[in-house]
């Protein structure tokens, strides 16, 4: 729409220097856009007394706010079914190149998602990086999410060079991908052959060579791998992961850390759980909220 408006017609060297002194005065005027006059600049204002004279000025298109939506590499999934706010993503960054409708919680035995596709590119595939590491990701296939990303970090950060790790849920490879570099070796296990599959892919992407991939059910690692001899433990399965605490407890080295996620409402509600298994420390800490009655926590637990 275009409005007939007071303006500030200056040299166009002396453009941005007017522009800023506008703004600072607060006449600036800057739902409109300045006029380009030759070798001159019109800058909208409220202000008669400042102007040089009435011109008509263009009002800027106004942006229209963003729906909420998680990112994943280039698929952004959003909680609504809204094919026009869809369209409006797609558009705002280049890096976008599907957007998704997630129609169901995680479910299942291997906690995936059902998924929609609401714009751009027909796919639930995509390709995401996570502190310089690159992760093929089939959201269709198997569970990702990169909410964990800075959690991923901490345990890097607080791990000794040269442990041995297992991840007993490991998805498409994540935990033991960002940890490889300080670990010797990462027994990786998920129950799901698709994300044993895309973690085969990851380990080769980014060219780990210490990282063992096991399609297991966890509730058998105690007979497949060695009691006592993992310096941490990754239990990422948050609804369950409670069933298979006397196998991580089995598994874990004296003086070894075991992390537990769980979803819980109250802080503290496993630690008397937890007890059952060691009189090491338990330390707890919240990770993200996931709803509005729960949140999802990690105990961090020495084994003893
Ligand atoms: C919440 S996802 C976590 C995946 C991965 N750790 C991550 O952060 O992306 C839990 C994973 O556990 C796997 N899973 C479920 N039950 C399992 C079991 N009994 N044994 C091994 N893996 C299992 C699922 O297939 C899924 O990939």
């Known amino acids: 729409m275009s409005r007939k408006l007071f303006g500030v017609r200056v040299e166009k060297s002396k453009g941005e220097i007017t522009r800023r002194e506008l703004l600072g005065a607060g006449a600036l005027s800057n739902d409109f ?3 380009n006059d030759g070798d001159y600049l019109i800058f909208p204002v409220a202000d008669e007394m400042m102007a040089t004279g009435e011109y008509i000025f263009e009002e800027r298109p106004k942006k229209e706010a963003l729906p909420r939506h998680e990112l994943i590499g280039g698929i952004a999934i959003m909680q609504d079914d809204d094919v026009r706010s869809a369209g409006l993503l797609l558009k705002s960054r280049p890096v976008i190149h599907t957007v998704l409708h997630s129609e169901s919680a995680v479910q299942g035995e291997y906690r995936i998602k059902e998924f929609k596709v609401l714009a751009g590119k027909d796919t639930t595939e995509t390709l995401y990086v996570e502190y310089g590491h690159r992760f093929l990701i089939d959201l269709s296939v198997a569970y990702f999410s990169a909410r964990l990303a800075n959690e991923r970090q901490r345990i ?7 442990e041995r790790v297992l991840d007993m849920f490991a998805g498409v490879g994540p935990f033991p991908i960002a940890l490889s570099d300080k670990a010797s070796v990462i027994f990786a296990g998920d129950i ?3 994300a044993v599959s895309l973690m085969q892919k990851n380990i080769g992407l980014n060219k780990k060579r210490n990282i063992i991939p096991m399609l297991a059910d966890a509730l058998h690692l105690g007979n497949i791998l060695p009691a006592h001899s993992f310096d941490r433990i990754i239990m990422n399965l948050p609804m369950t992961s409670d069933e298979f605490l006397e196998v991580a407890f089995k598994l874990c080295k004296k003086g070894g850390t075991v992390h537990f996620y769980t979803l819980q ?3 503290g509600e496993m630690t008397d759980t937890l007890r059952r298994f060691t009189k090491g420390s338990i330390r707890e800490k919240m990770v993200r909220s996931y709803s509005p009655v729960q949140h999802h926590a990690v ?3 020495c084994c003893e």
Not at 156 to 162: G, K, Q, V
């Open 192 to 194: 799901n052959p698709g």
């Open 33 to 35: 856009r300045p006029l």
């Open 156 to 162: 890097y950060e607080i791990m000794d060079e040269n």
């Open 299 to 301: 105990y961090d637990v």
């Open 265 to 267: 409402s109250e802080e």
